[in-house]
């Protein structure tokens, strides 16, 4: 192992490329990989009341807030936030509510024919 026989190059046929350690564990971390368990839509639907609950109190703060402020800059600053803010939860809160009826629309089955009508013959 004198001279730089460590370094000497690889018995693979066909080395593959290079590749750091980054790329492995990003690898291992793709979403499709990952298992989504059962949890996950319980979750989905804790974030739309979360989202709802805090765009209220955001929004309930802000207008307290506009009500007993000094009109500092900061306060005015921190009261424009919390109205931004306040409306952003409850836009994003709105958007969930309306995919989540657009979800349950296109869950609906169509109506169904009678059975009778399926096996009455086609040249009475």
């Known amino acids: 192992m004198e001279n730089g026989a460590v370094y000497s190059s690889t018995t693979e046929e066909h ?12 690898a291992y971390c793709v979403l499709g990989r990952l298992k989504w368990p059962r949890r996950t839509l319980k979750i989905l639907q804790l974030d739309f009341y979360i989202t709802l609950g805090t765009g209220c109190v955001f929004l309930l703060a802000s207008i307290i807030f506009v009500s007993t402020h000094d009109k500092t800059p900061a306060e ?49």
């Not at 005015?76 to 836009?91: H, K, N, Q, R, T």
């Open 76 to 124: 005015i600053a921190a009261v424009v936030f919390g109205f931004l803010a306040s409306f952003m939860f409850l836009f994003d809160f709105f958007i969930m509510l309306y995919e989540k009826q657009r979800a349950s629309q296109q869950r609906k089955p169509e109506t169904t024919t009678k059975a009778e009508a399926l096996t009455e013959p086609l040249t009475a």
């Open 15 to 26: 080395p593959g490329t290079a590749r750091g350690a980054r790329s492995g564990l990003a």
